[in-house]
């Protein structure tokens, strides 16, 4: 599948750098993916998990808040930052706290 879209979307909101952190490669080829669209299989679900973390952050505000909650430490992750998290592969707590974060359950 052609993920260009998705790629260029995620290095607009949390830039080239943090992007290829996250993504544990090098920033050449984030640039590379988001101009061919085409994303090795074993990148494939990080680059979905990001983009919904943006995408659950840009529904309620600027790419900016999703970029300073990834780097702030959070209460809900036992006072880890959400990037570092995802770096330890916990995604699906980090999405979950990062939908709490912007509506909170009732």
């Known amino acids: 599948p052609d993920l260009s879209a998705d790629v260029r979307q995620i290095r607009s909101q949390l830039g080239a750098g943090e992007c290829a952190r996250l993504m544990q490669v090098d920033t050449s080829l984030i640039h590379r993916w988001a101009a061919s669209g085409t994303v ?8 979905s998990d990001l983009k919904l973390i943006g995408d659950i952050f840009c529904a309620v505000g600027t790419p900016e808040i999703a970029r300073r909650w990834m780097n702030a430490m959070n209460p809900a992750l036992n006072y880890e930052t959400p ?10 707590a ?5 939908r709490d974060y912007v509506s909170p359950p009732n």
């Open 94 to 98: 980090t999405i979950a706290v990062a």
């Open 83 to 92: 990037s570092d998290e995802i770096l330890r592969g916990r995604w699906v």
């Open 40 to 47: 090795p299989v074993a990148h494939r679900r990080r680059v």
